[in-house]
């Protein structure tokens, strides 16, 4: 089955540093997401991506789709406390037929000390 | 708007016995997924329903589980018997179309 591998798989920073983290696949995805999940709660989609290659940004987020369509990456910048939490990647893959079958990354913790 | 909303949100059983986790997806939205989260196996797609007809249920891990959407606002998943190694948190997740998931706060079942 597919497989999405992120990395690192936790990072402690601190307050004020860019964060970056990246996602990796097995196979060609034609979607990428990147959800954030705060503790006792469920992921909450933070950015889309929906052409390889395309680069967006939502306040201090910013994801890339890879040029090859087995990657994507997601940078924050002048991170702040709120920032904790476990940030997936996840995509349907190209043959599913539904943008909505998701496969979900490991997950990236991130620790933000003040 | 409300959003994906899930009961109960702790749920703590003995081994053997019938649990029904419950999911009101928002409103609108034609598609339900129900996702279980483990510490070893991150977040698993258990089974997904399209317009309230079960379309994937390749990851509902045994015949104790099991899965309905008897309308487009209401869906329970059932384990019957519980066991230990069922104890995780279980998201329900909603879409409309070929839009992203929004995920419901989830329900921690703990079996002893």
């Known amino acids: 089955g597919q497989q999405l591998n992120q990395s690192p798989q936790s990072m402690f920073i601190q307050e004020g540093e860019d964060v970056s983290m990246n996602c990796t696949s097995s196979?060609?995805?034609?979607?990428w997401l990147w959800y954030k999940q705060d503790p006792g709660e469920g992921p909450v989609l933070l950015i889309a991506l929906y052409k390889a290659g395309e680069l967006t940004s939502n306040g201090r987020l910013t994801a890339q789709f890879g040029t090859t369509r087995k990657d994507s990456f997601l940078n924050i910048s002048a991170s702040i406390p709120s920032d904790v939490g476990i940030y997936f990647c996840?995509?349907?893959?190209?043959?599913?037929?539904?943008?909505?079958?998701?496969?979900f990354g490991t997950g990236t913790r991130l620790q933000v000390t003040l | 708007d409300a959003g994906v909303i899930q009961s109960p949100r702790h749920e703590v059983t003995e081994m053997g016995q019938e649990v029904t986790l419950r999911c009101k997806p928002i409103s609108g939205h034609n598609s339900l997924f129900w996702y279980r989260q483990t510490m070893m196996r991150g977040l698993e797609l258990l089974i997904y329903f399209n317009n309230n007809v079960p379309i994937d249920d390749s990851g509902m891990p045994e015949d104790r589980f099991s899965a309905k959407m008897p309308n487009a606002s209401f869906s329970t998943l059932k384990i019957q018997p519980s066991e230990p190694r069922d104890s995780a948190v279980y998201f329900c997740a909603s879409s409309r179309d070929y839009s992203p998931l929004h995920f419901g706060n989830g329900t921690r079942l703990t079996v002893t």
């Open positions: 196979s060609i995805f034609n979607t």
């Open positions: 996840a995509g349907p893959s190209i043959n599913t037929g539904t943008a909505s079958k998701l496969t």
